[in-house]
């Protein structure tokens, strides 16, 4: 048996204000394990995106979840599940006031690739982008793979 309290994972720069990565704390070898915490604007992911070869599974503990999806906006309330099968396109915002808490499992461990969508300004639509580290080596970045404009700075 293996065991982990979240406080002491360490959480990840990202868009989320607290994203713990609990797969390897807990040594799972069949499916991704995260736990996050939304500040209002804040997201689970880099922007739209899909992983090939992994279907995704979140639990709403609290808080309130947008889900941009293929079939338009779906709000996610506090107890609610949702699940995206592999190559489904998906992002989840906490545009609400209150601090989302929520559980993301992935299955398989290995997302396989990952097809990233962002708004790119220079290019006046959304692109494919990949994440990146920041110039200044503080913090990531996202950048179009069409014109290489930065579209995104995470600490
Ligand atoms: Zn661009």
């Known amino acids: 048996m293996e065991r982990v309290r979240i406080d002491d994972v360490d959480s990840r ?3 989320a204000a607290v994203k713990r990565p609990l797969t390897d704390a807990l040594d799972a070898t069949d499916l991704a394990l995260n736990y996050y915490e939304l500040a209002p604007g804040d997201s689970f992911a880099f922007g739209y995106h899909a992983h090939a070869d992994q279907e995704e599974v979140f639990y709403v503990e609290s808080g309130t979840v947008t889900f941009e999806t293929e079939d338009g906006e779906a709000v996610v309330e506090s107890d609610e599940f949702v699940r995206f099968a592999p190559g489904e396109y998906q992002r989840g915002v906490n545009r ?26 220079n290019c006046g639509e959304r692109t494919p982008n990949s994440i990146e580290r920041a110039p ?20």
Request: net charge negative.
């Open 96 to 121: 609400g006031d209150e601090r989302v808490v929520a559980l993301a499992l992935g299955a398989p461990k290995e997302s396989g690739d990952l097809d990233l969508r962002r708004d790119c300004e």
């Open 13 to 15: 720069t990202g868009p």
């Open 136 to 155: 200044d080596g503080e913090g990531l970045v996202t950048v179009c793979e069409d014109c290489g404009a930065e579209t995104g700075q995470f600490d």
